[in-house]
């Protein structure tokens, strides 16, 4: 499978308050909140979602919309979500 874009990036945090703050102060992201209250920060067409701690989750929604997706582990143990929209 090629892959043509990055749809978005989930960050795994400590705390999504001063996490949110640095991205927005610091770096002029935007805040914007998704799908069961969830929270992403977007830069252009960039997102970004904010996640605390361990995530386990069986559906994603996209920058763009629902996706379909696997998930794989990098060699650092990071969660990696590969998907198509749907």
């Given amino acids: 499978m090629k892959k043509r874009q990055l749809d978005h ?10 996490s949110i703050d640095f991205y927005t102060r610091i770096l002029g992201m935007q805040l914007s909140n998704f799908a069961n209250n969830r929270q992403a920060l977007t830069f ?24 379909t997706s696997i998930y794989i582990r990098d060699p650092d143990g990071n969660l990696i979500e590969l998907s198509n929209l749907i």
């Fill in 9 to 18: 990036l989930v960050l795994t945090v400590n705390n999504i308050q001063t």
């Fill in 44 to 67: 252009g067409s960039q997102k970004i979602n904010i996640e605390e701690g361990p995530v386990l989750r069986t559906g994603s929604t996209g920058s763009t919309g629902q996706l």
